[in-house]
């Protein structure tokens, strides 16, 4: 299978009343990602960070609704790993904070198969607010994932914005790029569409772009959501001139649905207009790239 379609989700933080609301609310989700066709389901950064609406005596605090979220996620990945069994899909789950040891957490997204297998990548580079007011540590390593649809990386928000993190992933095969964001502003939104459009311009690939939207005044960590759903591709032949495959709304709830063809991307990277991906190591330092762990979800 090299074209299918993918479903970018512009998720919407909400207070939630409990855990069977939570559970209903991604399963309608997942669901109607499914019934669009959609054979990759992609969540955005911290959108689990609703799940601290759950425990009122921490929601309002930035450590408490880390903590209350992070021992909430072995509960989650059994629902997601559940769903995408069920619905034959693989799934993005939205990122969150994972206490890896006493007293230090990380931004971890996860990637479920319809196989019961799944990985995860942490954030790798962390943004001012993460790092000096919500105490949230970089994580690791890089890693790209081969599995049924092709090889998929992932760049949590901030790190689509480095370009030797996507340029490591693209020299270990990387087709697909997915890239879950969380920002509070336009020029937030705006600095990862760009990043994300230009690591598929450089690695001539799709990348993902799946945001949080909506406001949540409760929660000190994501009270503020903007940004639009997107595919981007490198603008050559087969793809738009824009190369915007799909853009969804702005700030509006919804699945984003698109179809990609791997075979393109195999295309432009042997025979394009040009050949970025190719000619990169002719730039100086080119070769300093990070390594990269291949995860197989076949």
């Excluded at 997601?80 to 619905?87: E, G, S, T, V, Y």
């Excluded at 790092?131 to 649809?149: H, I, K, M, N, Y």
């Excluded at 230009?198 to 909506?214: D, K, N």
């Excluded at 790239?289 to 995860?295: D, G, I, K, N, W």
């Amino acid at each position: 299978m090299t074209a299918f379609t993918i479903a970018a989700a512009q998720y919407p933080i909400e207070e939630l009343a409990d855990w069977a609301a939570f559970e209903a609310k991604l399963t309608r989700w997942v669901e109607a990602a499914a019934k669009g066709g959609a054979k990759l389901a992609v969540f955005p950064e911290y959108g689990a960070m609703e799940l601290a609406s759950l425990d009122p005596a921490t929601m309002g605090d930035l450590a408490g609704s880390l903590a209350s979220v992070s021992a909430l996620l072995p509960q989650v990945d059994a629902l997601h790993a559940r769903l995408a069994a069920q619905h034959g899909l693989h799934i993005l789950a939205a990122s969150a904070p994972c206490e890896v040891e006493q007293g230090r957490s990380v931004n971890r997204a996860r990637l479920f198969a319809p196989n019961g297998r799944a990985g995860v990548q942490d954030k790798l580079i962390m943004t001012r607010f993460e790092r000096e007011e919500w105490g949230v540590s970089a994580g690791g390593p890089l890693r790209l994932f081969d599995t049924a649809l092709g090889r998929i990386g992932i760049n949590i928000c901030y790190d689509s914005e480095f370009p030797l993190l996507a340029r490591a992933q693209v020299e270990a095969g990387m087709e697909l790029l997915l890239v879950p964001s969380c920002t509070e502003a336009l020029h937030g939104y705006w600095r990862v569409r760009l990043g994300a459009h230009a690591r598929a311009l450089e690695g001539q690939c799709y990348a993902i772009h799946s945001p949080t939207v909506g406001q949540a005044e409760w929660s000190p960590a994501v009270d503020s959501n903007r940004g639009a759903a997107a595919v981007y591709g490198p603008p050559d032949r087969g793809f738009p001139d824009s190369g915007v495959v799909a853009l969804g709304e702005l700030d509006q709830p919804q699945w984003l649905f698109a179809e990609v063809d791997l075979a393109r991307v195999a295309a432009l990277r042997a025979d394009g207009g040009v050949l970025n991906a190719r000619h990169w190591a002719e730039q100086p330092g080119a070769d300093n790239l990070p390594p990269v762990e291949l995860v197989d979800l076949r």
